[in-house]
């Protein structure tokens, strides 16, 4: 999986550019960055709002930034607006508490049958193990999916996938070193079931957003929105001891 500086080469800088300049070559990332978290998100939360978020992370990112750590400014500037973006969004509360708890559920029932099979959890199993109907499982998935920031970097309580601004706002280059996570990331990616794969990649590889990845795989955008949200939820369920 790539960080959220990869793959965005057009906003290459240099050294000697000042804050200033990389500000204003890099503001275009705060729009993709932004539209790329709205998509996931419920329809009040508005695009402007996400944007103005992410220009304090750049802002924040071209004050601070430092060549000579390592990590170029695209990705540092990545993990810097995304976390602002987060941040804003954690502020808002859109989530209910429900869709938690849910989340948490289903992620257990998935580690549960995972454990006592050995093999990858199928929906029809889950929801039985939830005492479900499909349907019912199938709108669990699709609410637990509203409000996921899912950047494949860190789990928490909640039940998502997301960056943990507590300690990354600090300091952005201990997530870019946290290797030994990422290596069983990498892991437990590829052993997904291979649709699940295919979603995680269209959509953070290949940058797609959910009616593009219908296209692909011949489904729904909320089919996708559900495959998407069960894949989160299988990692954390597999992920637990992180």
């Not at 960055?33 to 939360?45: E, G, K, M, N, T």
């Not at 209910?96 to 454990?115: C, L, M």
Request: proline residues 3%; glycine residues 8%; negative net charge.
């Amino acid at each position: 999986m790539h960080d959220v500086g990869q793959g965005l080469g057009a906003y290459h800088q240099t050294s000697e550019q000042s804050p200033q300049q990389l500000v204003e070559q890099h503001a275009p990332l705060v729009k993709k960055i932004a539209l790329h978290l709205q998509a996931r998100l419920p329809d009040s939360v508005q695009l402007d709002d996400l944007i103005q978020a992410g220009m304090i992370g750049l802002l924040e990112a071209a004050g601070k930034f430092e060549s000579g750590k390592g990590a170029s400014f695209e990705t540092y500037a990545g993990i810097r607006i995304r976390g602002a973006i987060v941040d804003e969004i954690r502020r808002g509360d859109w989530v209910p508490r429900s869709v938690h708890r849910n989340a948490r559920r289903i992620s257990q029932a998935i580690k549960t049958i995972e454990d006592r099979t050995g093999r990858a959890a199928q929906d029809s199993e889950v929801a039985e193990e939830l005492d479900m109907t499909p349907s019912e499982y199938s709108a669990c998935l699709a609410d637990a999916n509203s409000g996921r920031l899912f950047s494949l970097d860190e789990l928490n309580d909640s039940g998502d996938v997301p960056i943990d601004m507590e300690t990354a706002s600090d300091d952005p280059y201990r997530e870019l070193s946290s290797d030994s996570f990422r290596r069983q990331l990498a892991t437990e990616i590829e052993a997904l079931p291979e649709r699940e794969k295919l979603v995680l990649s269209l959509y953070y590889q290949e940058e797609l957003n959910l009616r593009e990845i219908g296209a692909v795989i011949g489904v729904g955008e909320s089919r996708v929105s559900q495959i998407h949200s069960q894949a989160a939820m299988r990692l954390r369920a597999r992920l637990v001891d992180w």
